[in-house]
C-alpha cells in the first residue's frame, strides 16, 4: 500500500511539514524514452477478442457520460487563447529555471518527461473535465498547499471541491478509532499527505481539470478490521455514487491491501467489485498505484511504509480487478539541467522501496490480457498495466496518469474508460508509434543486508510483469487512446460487460421457491456481500429484519408469508448493503 509514504520532495515538504509522513530521502535519478513531439498516428483497426460474458443490448441512456462529456469550459474557466498563453508561460519559466525545481516531484521534471507541453500549446490542459480522487480523510488547507505549489512554476490554481458521499454524509468530528489505531500508516494525518500529493499530482498534469476530492473515512457502519480501516470499503460506495451521479471522468485511489493480509479472504476482496463494475459501466477509467514494497505488500498492521510486509509475494486487491488500470512506478532520467540521460527505469529505492508487481492470487487473467500470457506465463491477472513516476510512491504515479486521461479525455469529449482493453489490444502492441515508451531496466525484488530475500520481477524489452507495457509519451498515447476508444464504440462492449456483471451481483439473491403456496415458505440466500456487515432485509418497502453477513459474504432468512402476513400476489424482496442491493421477487398465495 501506498497511503502516507511521501510527499513531494522539496516544496511541498516546506509548505506543510507533516511528522506522520515517511519521507523517502534521496532524490533517485531515472526514466524514459524520448520520441519525436508529433500528433499521434491513424489508427489501425483493433483485434479484440470479445469479452467472456455476453452483454445484454443497452439503450444510448443506460451508458451515456453526463457529466462525461466535457464540450466546453466551465463557467469561471479563462478562454482557451488565455489558457494557451498562461501554460506557454509555465512551460518557458519550467525550462528557464529547472535547476531549481530539480528536487521536486512531481514537477517539471514530469513534463518533460511526458511530453505534456505539446498538448498543453495545443489547449489539451484538462478544461472541462474532473478528476476524481478518493481520499480516507479531508486536508483543510490544501487550497494554500496547491497555491504555493504553482506560484512559483506559473500554473493556474485549481478548482478544488470535496463531497463526503458516505456515512453522514459530512466528516465524522474525530477520526474514528480503526484508523487512529494504524498510527503514521494509515491514520487521517497520514492521508493529509496523501491528498496533498494526489491533488498535485493530478493537477501538475492537467491544469484546468477541476479536483473532486471524495472523502471517505472508514467505520462508517462498523468498527472494522486493520484492512478495511486501510483500504476503506467506504471508498469503493463512494466510486458507487461518483458513477451513479457522473460526479468524475476518472478517478484515482491511493490506497490498497496486499491480498493476503485480508482477515476474510477472498469473499471480503469480492465484495467490493460492484464499485469498480458501476465505475466501468459509466466508461469512468480508475487508476491505482500498485504500492511501494516491491514484490511484497505492506501488512494491514504494518508500523510504518513497507516495514512489516509479507512474506512471500503478493499483490494489492484493488489494483488487481481487471476493472482497474493498475500503474508501476518508473523514475525520471534527466540531468540538473533537464537533459534526458537515458530511458527510464523501474523506480528503486535501495532495494527498500520499489512499485508493486506480480500476480493476483484472486482474479484470473482478464481476456484482454491473453495476449500477453506467453510472456506471464500465469492464468491469473497481472499488475501493473502501465508505470509513471513514482519517486515519491506509486501514490504519485496513479494520480499523474490520472491527469493524463483527463486530457484525453478533454480530447474524446466524454470519458475513455475502462481503458485496459484498449491498453492491451491496441496501444501497447502498437508500441511508440502509439505513445508507448519501453521500460527496459530495473526490477522490484526486495533486498535487505544486500541479499535478495524475495525474488522480485524484471524489466525488459516490450512487455514484462515488472512495469506493465512501460511508460508514456503523451503526446502520442493522448490521441492513440482517444482513436482507439473511438474505434471501439466508446468501449460500449466493455462497459456493456461491467453492467451485465453489475446486473448479475444485483439479482443473485437464491430462493428455494418463488412461488410459495399457502402454507409455504421460502429458504433465501444472499451472497456477494461484505462479510459481517449490516444486511437490511425488506419485503415491498418494508424492513423486515437486519441480518449480518457471515465470512463467506453470505445471509439467510426463512421467508412465511402467513407470519409475515403478506397479501396473496407477487412480492419484493431486497438485501440492502453498504456495497451492494440485491433484490428478487416471489408470489405467495
Excluded at 512551460?91 to 535547476?99: D, E, P, Q, R
Excluded at 478518493?134 to 483543510?140: A, D, I, K, S
Excluded at 444485483?506 to 410459495?516: K, V
Amino acid at each position: 500500500m501506498q497511503l502516507g509514504v511521501t510527499m513531494p520532495r522539496l516544496r511541498i515538504r516546506q509548505l506543510c511539514p507533516l511528522a506522520a509522513i515517511v519521507l523517502l530521502a534521496a532524490f533517485v535519478p531515472a526514466a524514459g524514452q524520448a520520441l519525436a513531439a508529433q500528433d499521434g498516428p491513424h489508427l489501425r483497426a483493433p483485434h479484440l477478442r470479445a469479452p467472456h460474458l455476453r452483454a445484454p443490448q443497452l439503450s444510448a441512456a443506460s451508458i451515456r457520460d453526463e457529466a462525461s462529456a466535457p464540450t466546453s469550459a466551465p463557467a469561471g474557466t479563462p478562454p482557451k487563447r488565455t489558457q494557451i498563453r498562461v501554460l506557454t508561460a509555465a512551460l518557458a519559466n519550467m525550462t528557464k529555471h529547472y535547476a531549481s525545481f530539480v528536487n521536486d516531484e512531481p514537477g517539471p521534471v514530469d513534463i518533460l518527461d511526458y511530453g505534456i507541453g505539446a498538448l498543453w500549446r495545443k489547449g489539451i490542459d484538462g478544461a472541462g473535465t474532473t478528476i476524481g480522487l478518493l481520499e480516507g480523510w479531508n486536508f483543510p488547507q490544501i487550497n494554500s498547499i496547491v497555491a504555493g505549489f504553482d506560484k512559483p512554476l506559473g500554473l493556474p490554481n485549481p478548482r478544488i471541491r470535496t463531497i463526503y458521499p458516505t456515512g453522514d454524509h459530512k466528516l465524522p468530528a474525530t477520526c474514528p478509532p480503526g484508523m487512529v489505531a494504524l498510527g503514521s500508516y494509515g491514520s487521517c494525518d497520514a492521508w493529509q499527505g496523501e491528498l496533498a500529493l494526489d491533488v498535485i499530482s493530478a493537477h501538475l498534469i492537467a491544469p484546468y481539470a477541476k479536483i473532486l476530492l471524495v472523502v471517505a473515512p472508514a467505520d462508517s457502519e462498523i468498527s472494522d478490521d486493520p484492512p478495511a480501516n486501510v483500504a476503506p470499503p467506504e471508498m469503493m460506495q463512494a466510486l458507487e455514487v461518483l458513477a451513479s451521479r457522473h460526479l468524475a471522468n476518472v478517478v484515482s485511489v491511493s490506497t490498497g491491501t496486499g491480498e493476503t493480509t485480508y482477515d476474510r479472504g477472498v469473499a471480503e476482496i469480492l465484495a467490493q467489485s460492484p464499485g469498480e463494475l458501476a465505475a466501468a459501466a459509466a466508461g469512468i477509467p480508475v487508476v491505482e498505484g500498485t504500492g511501494d514494497c516491491g514484490v511484497v505488500q505492506n501488512l494491514a498492521v504494518a508500523n510504518g511504509q513497507c516495514e512489516d510486509v509479507s512474506q512471500t509475494p503478493d499483490t494489492a486487491a484493488w489494483d488487481d480487478s481487471p476493472w482497474i488500470t493498475a500503474v508501476g512506478g518508473t523514475t525520471p532520467d534527466f540531468s540538473n539541467t533537464g537533459r534526458r540521460l537515458g530511458p527510464d527505469p523501474l523506480w528503486n529505492y535501495g532495494g527498500l522501496f520499489m512499485p508493486g508487481a506480480g500476480f493476483s492470487a484472486v482474479f484470473q487473467r482478464p481476456a484482454y490480457q491473453d495476449g500477453v500470457a506467453h510472456i506471464t506465463g500465469s492464468p491469473m491477472r497481472s499488475v501493473p498495466d502501465i508505470s509513471l513516476d513514482a519517486s515519491d510512491g506509486t501514490s504519485e504515479a496513479g494520480p499523474l496518469l490520472a491527469g493524463i486521461l483527463s486530457l484525453a479525455t478533454q480530447l474524446n469529449h466524454r470519458n475513455v474508460g475502462p481503458i485496459n482493453p484498449a491498453l492491451y489490444g491496441v496501444l501497447g502492441p502498437h508500441g511508440r508509434a502509439d505513445g508507448i515508451v519501453d521500460v527496459v531496466s530495473g526490477n522490484n525484488s526486495v533486498v535487505k543486508n544486500g541479499k535478495v530475500v524475495v525474488p522480485g520481477f524484471t524489466a525488459t524489452k516490450g512487455f514484462d510483469v515488472a512495469s506493465g507495457w512501460g511508460t508514456v509519451y503523451a503526446p502520442r498515447f493522448v490521441p492513440a487512446l482517444v482513436a482507439a476508444t473511438e474505434a471501439m464504440h466508446q468501449e460500449a462492449a466493455y462497459r456493456g460487460e461491467a453492467h451485465a456483471e453489475l446486473l448479475q451481483l444485483e439479482h443473485s439473491i437464491s430462493l428455494t421457491a418463488t412461488d410459495i403456496r399457502k402454507g409455504g415458505q421460502s429458504y433465501l440466500i444472499g451472497s456477494g456481500l461484505l462479510p459481517a456487515y449490516p444486511i437490511r432485509l425488506s419485503i415491498d418497502g418494508h424492513l423486515i429484519a437486519t441480518l449480518t453477513a457471515n465470512d463467506l459474504g453470505d445471509v439467510t432468512y426463512l421467508i412465511d408469508p402467513a407470519l409475515l402476513k403478506l397479501r396473496p400476489g407477487q412480492h419484493v424482496v431486497k438485501l440492502s448493503s453498504m456495497l451492494l442491493t440485491e433484490t428478487r421477487t416471489f408470489r405467495s398465495s
